[in-house]
Structures are given as C-alpha cells and as structure tokens.
C-alpha cells in the first residue's frame, strides 16, 4: 500500500477538521443583536430577586429527608384516604 485511495481519503487525512482533538474552536463573533441581547442580561433586574425552589426550607427538609416537597394547598380531605389506627 504506497498511499490511501482518494475515493477513501476521510477528514482526519485530508486536514479539513479544525483544531487537535478535545480542543474548541473560538466562539464566532456576536451579532450586533446577540450583543443587545446580552448587554440587557448582564443588567440587573428591578426589584427584588425571587428566591429559588432550590434556596428554600422546605426543599432543604426534602432533601434531608428524602421525601417530596410539600405541595401547595394543604390537605384535600380526600374521603379516600386511608386513617390508621391502632389494632384493638
């Protein structure tokens, strides 16, 4: 075999791909409205910063405990929930 077949030559021999592997490439420059865009992200909001489900006690407790986050609203008194009792 002196050389590879032109028909079989892939990207990696024909040096098209960019850059060694695991390396990135620049990102391409922003457009004048992706710069817009990130311009008002960088801005802070007004007000007062809403806190996050993740921030809060009950999810704190839910972890801890491995158990589901309480859900809004309270009980449903369900007529089929089961009541517990002790055997008499």
Same mark, same amino acid.
Not at 3 to 19: C, L
């Given at each position: 075999?002196?050389?590879?077949? %032109? +028909?079989?030559?892939?990207?990696?021999?024909?040096?098209?791909?960019?850059?060694?592997?695991?390396?990135?490439?620049? +990102?391409?420059? &922003?457009? %004048?409205?992706?710069?817009?865009?990130?311009?008002?992200?960088?801005?802070?909001? +007004?007000?007062?910063?809403?806190?996050?489900?993740?921030?809060?006690?009950?999810? +704190?407790?839910?972890?801890?405990?491995?158990?589901? &986050? %309480?859900?809004? =609203? =309270?009980?449903?008194?369900?007529?089929?929930?089961?009541?517990?009792?002790?055997?008499?």
């Amino acid at each position: 075999m002196s050389g590879a077949d %032109p +028909e079989e030559v892939t990207g990696m021999q024909t040096g098209s791909d960019a850059g060694a592997p695991g390396e990135h490439l620049p +990102e391409p420059p &922003l457009t %004048p409205d992706e710069r817009r865009i990130l311009a008002d992200l960088r801005r802070p909001a +007004e007000g007062e910063p809403i806190t996050a489900v993740e921030d809060t006690p009950a999810m +704190e407790q839910a972890v801890e405990d491995d158990s589901p &986050l %309480p859900a809004p =609203g =309270g009980d449903a008194d369900d007529p089929d929930t089961p009541v517990f009792e002790p055997p008499s």
